[in-house]
């Protein structure tokens, strides 16, 4: 073992490669322009581990990000994440948020929909809460095709 691997631990490439054998996937190692990325496929579903980096402020940050595009031909969309210091701000100035009707949830995290009553339909579901709950730090959306969003592999690309 190096020294900085004892420093540090395994390597991110060294983790999403065992990874994408144990989950039966493929490993996709970045190059100068793109980043790794863990593809594992199930049915119809191609689903995405990666990262992508947001610039904020002076200083980039970067995210770990799990993709599963799908066929939504409703257009249902919503957003979740866990309220902040300026939730309550921007909940008075007249930032749109869903209470789906739990307490505890609605105070904790910030939900955003185009169909209120399918929220409230989703997030009743207490299994669901309490996995979103589990997660000191999330950001889930359902979100329309932005152009350069496709899995890698995807037929309709």
Known sequence: MSLLQGLFGPSREKIWRQLSRDVGGQFHAGG?????????????????????????GNTNQTFTRLRAPYFNPEGFR????????????????????????????DRDFVIKGNAPRRVRRLFDNRKVRHLIDAQPKIHLSVKGHDGGERARGDPRR
């Open 78 to 105: 919503f957003e979740v994440y866990r309220a902040g210091l300026f939730s309550g701000l921007g909940k008075v100035l007249g930032m749109e948020d869903i209470e789906v009707g739990h307490h505890r949830f």
């Open 32 to 56: 100068l322009f793109s980043q790794s990325a863990v593809q594992a496929r199930t049915d119809d579903w191609i689903i995405t581990l990666d990262t992508y980096t947001q610039r904020a």
